[in-house]
């Protein structure tokens, strides 16, 4: 067991611009849900793919988007970044026979300036 | 809608006495309810998760936390504090068929005292 990565882990950017953030979960783990973090906040859920679709969203604007691939990796992309996006980005994941547990990446810190 | 409320944004306690973090939720099924801890910096880890059978659920760490369905409650305890508890603690609420869309709350800050 490898447990989820998360890349890279700290990242400036300047508003306007686009991110893509990366996740590597475990094999097996079919289902990955990504969170934003803001500062002094618990996690929000972003969005969920499960088999490589999209299975539900939270209340985030469509300039946050997500792919899933074949080999249980994933990307979170932000466009249009705004300075509100700065904030740690989380990714769990989940595996089929897991009882519902996921498990958390260490996440990736983004800072919009 | 789902909620969590952690009514404690900060919590001091002495290294050995007994903690006890609130969490109140609100659901209209039934829950499947989580307690994570965070260190600065790090990401999410389970502490425990109940979604039936016996309310008074053991976790890591030597936590436990208890569901009370008439007070929409699930509170997280310990018998004596180590130092190395202190860190953020977040209450999630999430569907049974599905956890991976949970409602966090905002989380409770731990400082152990020496």
């Known amino acids: 067991e490898t447990g989820v990565t998360q890349s890279p882990t700290h990242l400036i950017k300047t508003r306007g611009q686009q991110v893509t953030l990366r996740c590597s979960s475990q094999s097996g783990h079919n289902t990955v849900s990504w969170y934003q973090q803001a500062l002094g906040q618990g996690p929000q859920f972003i969005f969920q793919y499960y088999r490589e679709e999209e299975n539900g969203r939270g209340n985030f604007p469509p300039r946050f988007s997500g792919l899933q691939f074949p080999n249980y990796s994933s990307e979170l992309n932000v466009n249009a970044l705004e300075l509100d996006d700065s904030a740690l980005y989380l990714c769990a994941s989940s595996s089929p026979t897991a009882n519902y547990g996921y498990t958390f990446g260490s996440g990736t810190r983004l800072t919009v300036v | 809608a789902q909620s969590v409320t952690q009514p404690d944004i900060h919590i001091t306690v002495s290294e050995g006495a007994s903690l006890e973090l609130r969490c109140n939720y609100s659901?209209?099924?039934?829950?499947?309810l989580f307690w994570y801890v965070q260190s600065p910096g790090q990401g999410l880890q389970l502490l425990l998760k109940y979604f039936s059978g016996d309310t008074l659920v053991q976790g890591i760490k030597g936590f436990e936390a208890e569901f009370k369905r008439s007070q929409s409650s699930f509170n997280l305890r310990k018998p004596s504090v180590h130092w190395s508890d202190a860190a953020e603690y977040f209450c999630a609420v999430g569907a049974v068929t599905n956890a991976g869309k949970s409602t966090f709350g905002d989380g409770t800050t731990l400082t152990v005292k020496p």
């Open positions: 659901y209209g099924a039934t829950p499947y």
